[in-house]
């Protein structure tokens, strides 16, 4: 199918890196160790001390997750907390063993994606969500791309556009766990209507034609079919950061979300958030350098720019999205995360002298890297920049984790986005923005052979040049 995927944990991912290793005929990669198993750290004491203090800031991921995660299964004695070694703050990562003995990760996407159709189907909790995730994780097929196919196929059916007859599906059967066997089945042999939908949505439905066509393209979904969370009608810099990645990066989307939402329950009047109006325009500064408001376009390609390098930053430590991205601490003396930590965590780690611009900087290289990569293998540049047209048409109705879409507007205040589309004009001229403080070509969207040379990529920039995708410069 169309998105390549590799095995780690036992899970399918579906990031790209089985699409290289499949290139480099590259089955698997062990790691020997030969030598010691801690590398040596350059200032020990310092590194204890800063995961200390982060252990003591950061509150407990898991323990708000693990009871809900328990009320959703029929047997929650076998859910387990599944931590990884040296995690600072856990989060809701577990494991489940069913009653026949079937064992695997829970989390996240992965344990939710299927919940609601077979709640609806069954009326019940049951265990055919986590064994939805164990099958699509066993045929290498990404689960997301999965949760927007169902819910298609759920609608064509109710609407009566597709019927059983016509694709061999159990439609009538959409949340239990004989659909999904067979929907998997089918996908991943190429089999009856599976060879169709290993193609892509957009190409089953452009295929079909008519009203299928229009259900796709009234939902929303990113280039690789998969839904479009965090809108970016409701949350603004999220338009750019769907828009310049070819599939969903939910760790980029995090950044914003994980500070409005906490805020929304502030504003909801909820005691137990950290997150007040105050704290947050705080943060948005310090972390971002971003002083306007969540209503106006202005300033959003900057918030954009500036959580790409620090997400790209952040990866290239290996730190963990799912505790990297949370910034509040709850603690009332030190209410946010030092944006200084990464740096002075590489000091302290490799003795290299590297303060936060620098940090950054790595985070804006390996971006232009990718971007030049893909320009190499034929992306189209601004042409490709976009959204689907669901987003500019389609009037915003809710959003996960906040119904009411509110977000902070001036002074604070909270504004509901509800009802609301993305400006086309505005986006485009945010994206422009966007180019140009990224010293890329706004008239392309490619990085110049400037920008790629200041961010000691010269060689890449001679490549593009050699083939004629951009000037000189
Ligand atoms: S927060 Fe990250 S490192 Fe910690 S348990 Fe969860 S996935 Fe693992």
Redesign the pocket.
């Known amino acids: 199918m169309a998105a390549a995927t590799i095995l780690a944990d036992d899970d399918a991912s579906g990031s790209g890196l089985g699409a290289v290793m499949g290139a480099k005929k590259v089955k698997a990669i062990t790691v020997v160790r030969t030598g010691k198993l801690i590398p040596e750290i350059h200032a020990p004491e310092r590194v204890k001390a800063l995961t200390q203090h982060l252990r003591k800031l950061k509150p407990d991921?898991?323990a708000p997750y693990f009871k809900w995660m328990q009320q959703a299964l029929p047997a929650p004695e076998r859910l387990k907390r599944?931590?990884?070694y040296g995690?600072?703050?856990?989060?809701?990562?577990t494991s489940y063993e069913s009653p026949e003995g079937e064992k695997g990760k829970l989390?996240c996407t992965a344990g939710d994606f299927y919940k609601p159709l077979a709640r609806s189907f069954y009326g019940n909790s049951n265990e055919v969500p986590f064994e939805a995730a164990r099958l699509c994780n066993r045929y290498g097929i990404d689960i997301m791309f999965i949760q927007s196919v169902a819910r298609w196929l759920q609608q064509c059916h109710l609407q009566g556009l597709l019927t059983e007859a016509e694709i061999d599906l159990p439609l009538s059967r959409i949340g239990s766990g004989e659909f999904i066997e067979e929907l998997l089945r089918q996908i991943s042999f190429r089999q009856d209507f599976g060879q169709a939908l290993a193609e892509g949505m957009a190409a089953t439905a452009g295929a079909i034609g008519g009203k299928a066509r229009e259900l796709f393209t009234h939902g929303a979904y990113d280039k690789m079919d998969r839904p479009l969370t965090y809108s970016p009608r409701l949350y603004l810099p999220n338009a750019l950061l769907y828009a310049l990645e070819f599939k969903k990066q939910t760790a980029l989307l995090h950044r914003i979300v994980y500070t409005l939402i906490p805020w929304k329950y502030w504003s909801d009047g909820l005691p137990d958030s950290p997150a007040s109006s105050g704290l947050v325009q705080q943060i948005m500064k310090r972390y971002w350098d971003f002083d306007g408001d969540f209503t106006s376009y202005a300033g959003q390609a900057q918030l954009a720019k500036a959580i790409q390098n620090r997400v790209y930053a952040q990866d290239n430590l290996i730190l963990?999205?799912?505790?990297w991205s949370i910034v509040l601490t709850g603690n009332p003396d030190e209410p946010m995360i030092s944006p200084d930590l990464e740096a002075e965590l590489i000091q302290a780690v490799t003795g290299i002298k590297m303060d936060t611009a620098e940090f950054l900087r790595t985070g804006e290289r390996v971006f232009n890297l990718q971007r030049a990569l893909y320009i190499r293998e034929g992306h189209r540049g601004v042409a490709e920049d976009t959204l689907p047209d669901s987003v500019f048409n389609e009037p915003l109705e809710t959003e996960h984790n906040n119904a009411e879409c509110l977000v902070p507007g001036k002074d604070g205040r909270p504004v509901s986005r509800k009802g609301a589309t993305l400006d086309k004009p505005e986006f485009e001229e945010m994206r422009r923005d966007y180019y140009r403080i990224s010293g890329w070509d706004p008239a392309t969207g490619y990085p110049t052979a400037k920008i790629l040379k200041a961010l000691e990529l010269s060689e890449v920039a001679a490549d593009l040049k050699h083939r004629g995708l951009i000037e000189d410069g």
């Open positions: 991921g898991s599944q931590i990884c995690c600072i703050s856990g989060c809701n990562r989390l963990c999205d799912k505790t």
